[in-house]
């Protein structure tokens, strides 16, 4: 029987519930496993008796991104971890959208500014500013020309607190065609997702936000799995990801682009994709034996 760790975070304010995780820990247990949900950072879990601990909701990381890679590494020598260690902490840095962008993958244009530098706003179009480690659009916002103090004043807000920030221009599409979520399981597509815009122009870049407004299930085009596929391609090491989700976007080519690719704790929408919840079953049984 093996031993999966479902590994979450610790409820709060400001953590999402994941209403996957029970849905999925009560998958496993019918298809054999023995399987527990567990808090990333409590001390008294035994990491080592499990055969597998499969990363699902830690959406506390963000704050503590030092932190959680530390522990990652740690978990990674005791058991399997999926994501591996080193996949997750390359991810944990949006700056990782370079990397992608020098291998090639169509990316939406990203500046970065480190503590101590000056961001280079524009000054002819709307543009995003957000930091490098975050989830769930916390500290991002959307900014005119006109708003350069404010978007100055978030920079240098972020900057207190040892974050980088990055600056992308607004893509204007996702007003209309939305952003879109490709996930994949296993090394294969499991399903799709779109949703609306997240940030909606005068919105504080400290307020909450819906994260996944509208979502819907989308049937991918080719020309969005043939990006999707070349982001996973580009990604550093020998391990495969058993899970990921890139995020895409059109440019003003009609063309789609990487926002984001998610490759440590993604939500997998199973509540709206039910049909796929037996593949991953299958596939973490796999990775567990």
Request: glycine share 8%; net charge negative.
């Amino acid at each position: 029987m093996p031993r999966i760790a479902l590994v979450t975070c610790r409820p709060g304010p400001r953590v999402s519930v994941d209403r996957d995780l029970p849905v999925l820990a009560r998958a496993l247990a019918d298809a054999g496993a023995s399987a527990s949900v567990e808090v990333w950072d409590d001390a008294g879990v035994d990491w080592a008796a499990f055969d597998l601990a499969l990363i699902r909701s830690t959406w506390d990381y963000s704050w503590r991104a030092d932190e959680f890679t530390a522990w990652a590494e740690r978990c990674g020598g005791a058991t399997r971890l999926a994501n591996p260690a080193a996949v997750v902490r390359w991810n944990t840095d949006k700056r990782y959208l370079a990397d992608l962008a020098a291998a090639g993958v169509p990316t939406v244009p990203t500046r970065y500014a480190a503590p101590g530098e000056a961001p280079a706003l524009p000054d002819g179009h709307e543009y995003v500013v957000k930091p490098t480690s975050g989830a769930g659009a916390r500290f991002a916002a959307r900014y005119t020309p006109g708003e350069h103090a404010t978007a100055v004043r978030q920079v240098e807000r972020m900057h207190a607190e040892g974050f980088t920030a990055m600056v992308q221009p607004y893509m204007r599409a996702i007003d209309t065609a939305g952003e879109r979520a490709l996930q994949f399981f296993g090394g294969r597509l499991l399903h799709a997702s779109r949703k609306g815009a997240v940030l909606a122009p005068g919105t504080p870049y400290d307020a909450r936000k819906v994260a996944h407004p509208g979502l819907e299930p989308w049937t991918p085009t080719a020309a969005e799995v043939a990006v999707a596929e070349a982001a996973l391609a580009a990604v550093p090491g020998a391990a495969e990801p058993l899970y990921a989700r890139v995020d895409l976007v059109d440019g003003d080519d009609g063309r789609p682009r990487v926002m984001e690719l998610e490759l440590v704790e993604p939500n997998l929408f199973l509540w709206l994709h039910e049909r796929s919840l037996p593949r991953v079953v299958e596939a973490v049984l796999e990775t567990a034996r």
